[in-house]
């Protein structure tokens, strides 16, 4: 039964706490986490509501295997609505506090409400209390965690919690658990703390039981997990470079955005590598790379910690900064240094030091810069709007003090904090973001990558590669190797990894997983491990009836078959350089077949025989 069948709901207006039955009904149909959690909300907040007013409701949940001996099965997501683009918004972490949660018997947390006070939520097993975090306001997510620890003087307690820039109202805010773990993108931080709600500390020492066949389900995960150790990727890639191995293969083949998408190549990658993380650097002799890590119960281990250099620039009388934290993976390393031209390897590390600090979404935070860089080299802002600091693209002393101000919410690095689309309309240049409903675009550039345009476009939560990850398919041939530079077939592939990763994320589990694994090694372990039946058609039903869940969220918000749609520059000005030279993104060819695929309209609405059939 893997579900502990029970969530906390806590009302942050009255300062109540209460336990209630999970719906069962519905965990049968969106199976957990991602899933269920969309279905909770769908049921109980108006799409229209105000993402930071009090009608909002934020939830932490997680799957029926998170906490469980499977492989990777430590993941937890935060849903609500995003302020950052008024859609509906899931973002899912690894680290441990997912476990910790389960462990301690709950398979969720429902947040409704606005506190009047700052507040935190204490959780141990059974018991939890809302308690004053007066003396939390105000201080990082490092400070916070710190404080937490003394308070309750438990080493083992895990803490999610936001930034001193969610608080001050930045739209591009995470929330950031065990220090450098993150739930980073659609602002889900910004709605944490609208509501007053400094963190949430867990202790569970419950244990997850209750698998319908444990006896299967240990046989089934331990096979599984020699699939991931033998397996390229997972086995041997993502361990020792981490999702950075990726950089210098996406740059070769012309499709690592930079500066702001304007090319798609950067001279400088090699420097912010994962191989360069390896290197022993000239200024203290020692690797950025300090070691791999790995979130609860996972076999792969793809996370970094890094040093940055103590003789740095960026870290000189800033002591704290001194020791490891998290280190730069694909995502963050593209925004900060490709993005903006940057390839300075510890100013970008120590920026996303500062990102975990203070929970700012690192891809939408660097690319958000990308957009000021190009504005300020337009002149549509000047010094005078950036405090004297020359926002130059390739300006690593630039990037470190924008990251330090809009910590702080504090002079332009307010007007960073609003995001790129909201930055590039208030300085009457749209279409200088690189945004799709609102949403920062990762380190794929869909010229050379063209199942990613239709994947950013259609995405429900705005530009976002870890809803369709097809550069799977199209760069690294898994499942099969399809053209990047093709159109065909790619609705039908975009779908098929839309669906499949929706139940991922409902699951439990960590996407990366799929790398080595396909559906029919991960139904098997769902259903050793929850009552009912768990084939893999059942899975890829449950991923098609959460995407369109999240779909009629989003149209009844107010979004539209006009949101499905990329920038103008990646629609009309080809690629300069690379194999994808001369091409744009064609979108307009790949459209209207994944519609059909979907069992959409014309313009994008659910029909009837769809909501039907998926019982919407």
């Known amino acids: 039964m893997a579900w502990a069948r029970k969530l906390l709901r806590v009302n942050l207006t009255d300062g109540t706490v209460s ?112 308690l004053p975090a007066n ?43 065990d220090l450098h773990r993150a739930a980073g993108r659609s602002g889900v931080g910004t709605v944490m703390a609208s509501k007053h709600l400094k963190a949430v500390a867990v202790r569970g020492t419950k244990g997850v039981g209750n698998l319908k066949d444990p006896i299967r389900f240990l046989k089934e995960t331990e096979y599984r997990k020699r699939v991931l150790q033998q397996n390229a990727v997972t086995g041997q890639g993502l361990p020792t470079y981490g999702t ?64 940055v250099d103590q003789g740095h620039f960026s870290v000189k009388n800033k002591p704290k900064y001194w020791g490891s934290s998290g280190g730069l993976e694909y995502e963050a ?98 279409e200088l973001s690189m945004t799709v409903k609102g949403q920062e675009f990762p380190a794929y550039d869909p010229r050379g990558i063209q199942g990613m345009g239709l994947t950013y476009a259609t995405s429900n939560r705005g530009a976002c590669h870890l809803r369709s990850y097809t550069v799977a398919s199209e760069v690294l041939g898994i499942p099969v190797k399809t053209d990047p530079l093709v159109t065909e077939g790619k609705a039908e592939l975009v779908k098929a990894f839309q669906d499949a990763t929706a139940a991922v994320d409902s699951s439990g589990l960590c996407v990366f997983t799929t790398f080595g694994w396909s559906m029919e090694d991960i139904a098997p372990q769902i259903d050793a491990a929850c009552e009912g039946d768990w084939s893999v058609d059942k899975l890829l039903e449950v991923g098609e009836r959460v995407w369109n869940l999240e779909r009629d969220f989003n149209l009844r918000a107010g979004l539209s078959a006009a949101d499905d749609t990329l920038p103008k520059r990646l629609l009309t000005e080809p690629a300069n350089t690379g194999p994808a030279q001369g091409r744009v993104a064609d979108l307009g060819k790949m459209l209207p077949e994944y519609y059909q695929l979907r069992g959409w309209t014309a313009d994008g609405e659910l029909t009837q025989d769809t909501r039907t059939r998926l019982g919407l």
């Open 19 to 130: 336990s209630e039955p999970l719906n069962m009904a519905w965990a049968d149909q969106y199976l957990g986490q991602r899933g269920l959690a969309s279905k909770y909300l769908v049921e109980e907040i108006d799409p229209r509501c105000d993402a930071l007013g009090s009608d909002n409701k934020l939830i932490m949940a997680t799957g029926p295997l998170t906490g469980t001996m499977a492989s990777t099965g430590g993941r937890y997501s935060v849903i609500t609505k995003s302020p950052l683009t008024g859609t509906i918004a899931c973002s899912n972490s690894g680290g441990f506090i997912g476990a910790e949660l389960k462990a301690a018997g709950w398979d969720m947390i429902i947040f409704e409400g606005r506190s009047p006070k700052p507040v935190y939520l204490y959780v141990e097993n059974d018991q939890a209390q809302l």
């Open 333 to 430: 390393a593209w925004a900060l240094g490709t993005d903006t031209g940057v390839d300075d390897l510890d100013a970008i590390t120590y920026v996303n030091f500062l990102c975990n600090e203070d929970g700012l979404d690192p891809i939408s935070f660097g690319a958000t810069v990308a957009a000021a860089m190009e504005l300020f080299k337009d002149g549509v802002i000047t010094t005078e709007q950036t405090g004297g600091i020359d926002l130059q693209f390739g300006g690593a002393q630039a990037l470190v003090t924008m990251a330090e101000l809009t910590c702080r919410g504090e002079g332009f690095g307010r007007d960073l904090g609003l995001g790129s689309r909201k930055l590039c309309e208030k300085y009457g240049r749209p």
């Open 135 to 177: 003396d939390l306001w105000g201080q990082s997510v490092w400070e916070t965690d710190r404080l937490l620890h003394s308070k309750h003087q438990d080493p083992a307690l895990r803490i999610a919690c936001v930034g001193r820039a969610a608080e001050q109202g930045a739209l591009i805010c995470g929330v950031i658990n």
């Open 244 to 307: 950075q191995v990726l950089m210098n293969v996406i740059n070769e083949m012309g499709a690592l955005p930079t500066r702001n998408m304007r090319e798609v190549k950067f001279e400088g990658a090699g420097n912010i590598s994962g191989e360069a993380m390896h290197e022993n650097r000239p200024g203290d002799g020692r690797p950025n790379l300090t070691t791999n890590a790995a979130c609860f119960g996972c076999t792969i281990a793809c996370g970094r910690i890094s040093t």
